[in-house]
């Protein structure tokens, strides 16, 4: 599918536009392991859990945050779980697809400062100029 949107993508954009984004890559947990990490702040916690199936390429994420209401009765905490699903791709694919479209393209590891997790890359993809 990503050949049809990167084709999308390039005849909605002017000559020489960018079509910049990020994607998450197989490799965000080690093969037949969960890895479980929380983050807490001041009234609120967030729990995930994540596993990747490297047949599919998918990474399951479950994540159960806990918000601290206060009330007349005190403080109560409000629940949520969502469970994702996402897609995992690999760059070189990435890369083919984006080429295929006829985008000129430039894999990097930040924005800026700013350097994402291991298993991800940003894709600047320019629209050739007329």
């Known amino acids: 599918r990503l050949p049809l ?14 079509f910049v984004f990020d994607l998450a890559e197989p490799g965000q947990v080690p093969p037949g392991s969960i890895n479980q990490h929380f983050t807490e702040g001041d009234g609120w916690t967030v729990l995930v859990e994540k596993q990747e199936d490297t047949a599919t390429d998918l990474l399951s994420r479950r994540i159960v945050s806990f ?19 996402l897609r995992l791709y690999r760059p070189e694919e990435t890369v083919s697809a984006l080429r295929e479209a006829g985008f000129a393209v430039q894999v990097k590891q930040g924005y ?19």
């Open 67 to 85: 918000l601290r209401q206060r009330g007349a009765d005190g403080d109560l905490y409000r629940r949520d779980e969502e469970i994702h699903h």
């Open 5 to 18: 949107l990167f084709a999308r993508v390039l005849d909605a954009l002017v000559p020489g536009g960018l």
């Open 112 to 130: 800026g400062l700013w350097e994402l997790p291991p298993a991800h890359s940003i894709f600047v993809a320019t629209k050739p100029a007329i």
